[in-house]
Structure formats: C-alpha cells, structure tokens
C-alpha cells in the first residue's frame, strides 16, 4: 500500500489540488469544473483569473474527450486519461496527459510549436484564420482552436511533451500555466 | 412564428427567440458536448425568421462563458445575421471581462453588422 502515501507526497509536492484518472466524458468535464469553481470560490479567488482557469480547463477537458486515442480499444474503456489542477502562490497549473497515436506527434508538435512563437497579437490573427477559413465544425465536433485559445486565455507558453509508450503509442503532457496575479493593470 | 425558449443548463445557454414580443437572446455559459447539434435549431429557426423578419432585430449576446466550438458557432448565427436586413447585435460583457469584450469586438470584425457593446 506504500503507493497511497507516495501518491499523496507527490500531490502536496506538485502543489496539486486535483487529479483525475480515468474516462473523460461530458459528466466528468461538467464534475470537474463544478469542484474546481467551488474550490477557487472558497478561497475569493479573483473572478478575472477564475474565468482564465475555467477557460484554459473547459479546452483541455473537451480536447481529451475529442482527442485522447484509446490505449486499449478492445476492453472498450474509453479515453483513459490523466488531468490535474496545481496551484501555489502566483500561478495555476492545468496539466493533462493522454495517450494518442505516435503517427499524429509531429502534427500536435507542429502546432504547439506555430503557437509558441506567437504574440498576443499574431495568436489573435491565428484565431480568426482558423475560425474563418474553416467551412464546419471536424467530424469530431471541434473548431481546431482549442490550444490557440489556451494560449490567449492563459497569456502564457504552452509546455509540452511526448513520450513513447510502445510502438503505436505516445503519451502527450500538456500544462498550461495561469498567473493569479491580475496582469491586467 | 413559433417561438424558441430554452432554458440554460450547466453547459448551453439560456435562448429566447421570440418573433411576436421581438425578443432575440443567447445568454450563459455554452459549452456543449456537441456544439453544431446544439445550435442547428437555432441556425433553422434564423432561415425561417429571415423570411419574414421584423424590420428591426435586435439580437442579444449575454455569455458568461463559451468554449471554442462554440465560437465557431456563433460566428455561423452572425452569418446569418448578416442576411437579415435591420440587424444589431448588441454584444453584453461583464464589466472585468475583458476577454468577453475583445471576443465581441473580434467578431464584430468578422461580419459586416451593427455592434452596440453593453456591460451587466
């Protein structure tokens, strides 16, 4: 049983205030947020950086319920993912991570990498291209500017990883970074 | 015309279109799990009303919250807008919201329609 008391060390060493592991549905993403509104409410956390940590959530959550390639399709779990919340004295933490298939790594890297170079102003022209150039919706409900959004919300750098998981598979690390202290003054 | 009103929930909006009372609003949060599906009634209900439209729609942006493909959508009820003669949007932000009021302004660049911005 020795890994509950290491798990419990790592979440209060990562700061943690939430972690789930498991099926990521709308019920969950809905759970999810409600708690993390409570938690942030407790405290009168600013309405201006609980708006960034709810916005920078709701993408990453619907971006694994849309995205995340499933480890095992024949035990038909589904989406079996990761998704953490870490907050210390200046910042929150959003981190996730899910496995997807490695032929599409270079893609996400891609992309992940266009919007780290961006400023505010050129993630804002991104916006609009994507939001235009596209005729609907993917086959898969999204608008392709979940991580643009991220990036505009939290004002910061996405960090990003990828690991092999076997040949098929690797395991995708996202974290977003909002700051607690009010940049807009 | 029949009138849509529906109510919001902890992911879709509160919408009320209402041709007789000239009442045209989408307030709350929206983040659905299936954006377009959500929407396509209101997307039909604007091709019926731009039949038939009232010489002035005023037509209500009120939202606490939208995720991505939401936008997308919205941006898809603007285009329909557009086609309807004697539109405004009037584009509602919370006073510290300065995401929202940008996310007003960004559309208000994408279609050719009157903007009118309001705080609640």
């Known amino acids: 049983m020795d890994f509950v008391y290491e798990l419990h060390k790592t979440m209060l060493q990562e700061k943690l205030i939430l972690a789930y592991e498991g099926e990521f549905t709308q019920e969950v993403t809905k759970s999810i947020l409600a708690m993390t509104e409570r938690n942030m409410d407790s405290f009168g956390e600013d309405s201006g950086v609980k708006r960034k940590v709810f916005n920078v959530m709701v993408e990453c959550l619907q971006n694994i319920s849309k995205h995340a390639d499933n480890l095992d399709p024949e035990s038909g779990a589904k989406n079996n993912a990761l998704f953490m919340i870490g907050k210390d004295e200046h910042h929150y933490f959003i981190t996730s991570g899910n496995p997807v298939f490695t032929e599409k790594v270079p893609e996400i890297n891609r992309k992940l990498s266009g919007i780290n170079d961006l400023d505010k102003d050129g993630l804002k022209a991104l916006y609009k291209e994507i939001i235009t150039g596209s005729p609907g919706l993917s086959e898969k409900g999204g608008a392709g500017l979940g991580f643009v959004d991220m990036a505009r919300k939290s004002g910061n750098k996405l960090q990003f990883e990828f690991e092999t998981i076997d040949g098929r598979l690797s395991f995708f690390s996202l974290k977003n970074t909002v700051s607690r202290v009010n940049t807009k003054e | ?120």
Do not use: C
Not at chain 2, 4 to 25: C, G, Q
Not at chain 2, 55 to 78: G, H, M, R, V
């Open chain 2, 1 to 120: 015309m029949e009138v849509i009103n529906l109510e919001a929930t902890e992911d879709t909006p509160r919408i009320v279109l209402d041709k007789d009372k000239s009442l045209f609003e989408i307030s709350g949060r929206s983040l659905p799990e299936d954006s377009a599906e959500f929407y396509q009634p209101i997307l039909e209900w604007l091709d019926r009303y731009q039949k038939n439209a009232n010489p002035q729609t005023k037509f209500a942006f009120k939202l606490e919250y939208f995720n991505t493909a939401s936008s997308k959508l919205i941006l898809d009820i603007l285009s329909k807008l557009e086609d309807i003669t004697g539109t405004t949007v009037i584009w509602y932000y919370h006073e510290d919201d300065e995401d929202m009021e940008e996310a007003g302004e960004e559309f208000s660049e994408l279609v050719d329609i009157p903007f009118e911005f309001a705080t609640y």
